[in-house]
Antibody, heavy 120, light 107 residues
């Protein structure tokens, strides 16, 4: 059974940093591109960043480019998102998701998410 | 950026009703569209890809159609477990973008 479990969320001050983790199990992690998405309170889904299976290709939403860094450790079946220079508008539930197939970026499995709150 | 617009924002329906949700893209995305179901506190559920192909395990009452800029998700006979928010997502080009969602609620 595919499982994705996020951790690392919490309360952080504006300008602060946080590192999120996504522990994957039930599939060959290194064979799949992975992504982070978020949902702000009362808002819809927003794509944040994606990373290829080998970890050699990244994409970022303009809203987080230069502030967030996606990475992975395939030996530990774990995806990461380093959040820096955080702003109030980054407050959201952050979820990791697995890309379905090998050509396009849509997502067949998602985690339940970890809440990041940016506030002083 | 491709803007995805879903309508209506909220749909009040009864179990057993046929439901049609709309999703419009600001430019043509061919059939590069997915649909998801989201319930509070739960991970999104993958429903449809390539605009009309049901994901594994998705009941036949869910169907998708459309291409270019106009898409629909139809639930042929709404079940109690189908009350949720539905999102469309385009994957034709970066950045990936989602519609604002349609909430299907009990009338």
């Amino acid at each position: 059974e595919v499982q994705l479990v996020e951790s690392g969320g919490g309360l952080v001050q504006p300008g602060g940093s946080l590192r999120l983790s996504c522990a994957a199990s039930g599939f060959t992690f290194s064979s799949y591109a992975m992504s982070w998405l978020r949902q702000a309170p009362g808002r819809g889904l927003e794509w944040v960043s994606s990373l290829t299976g080998p970890g050699d290709g990244t994409m970022y939403a303009d809203s987080v480019k230069g502030r967030f860094t996606i990475s992975r450790d395939n030996s530990k079946n774990t995806l990461f998102l380093q959040l820096s220079s955080l702003r109030a508008e980054d407050t959201a539930v952050y979820s990791c998701a697995r890309r379905y197939g090998s050509s396009h970026y849509y997502f067949d499995y998602w985690g339940q998410g970890t809440l990041v709150t940016v506030s002083s | 950026e491709i803007v995805m617009t879903q309508s209506p924002a909220t749909l009040s329906v009864s179990p057993g009703d046929r439901v049609t949700l709309s999703c419009r893209a600001s430019q043509s995305i061919s059939n590069n569209l997915a649909w998801y179901q989201k319930k509070p506190g739960q991970a999104p559920r993958f429903l449809i890809y390539s605009a009309s192909t049901r994901a594994t395990g998705i009941p036949a009452r869910f169907s998708g159609s459309g291409s270019g800029t106009e898409f629909t998700l139809t639930i042929s006979s709404l079940q109690s477990e189908d009350f949720a928010v539905y999102y469309c997502q385009q994957y034709d080009r970066w950045p990936l973008t989602f519609g604002g969602g349609t909430k299907v609620e009990i009338k």
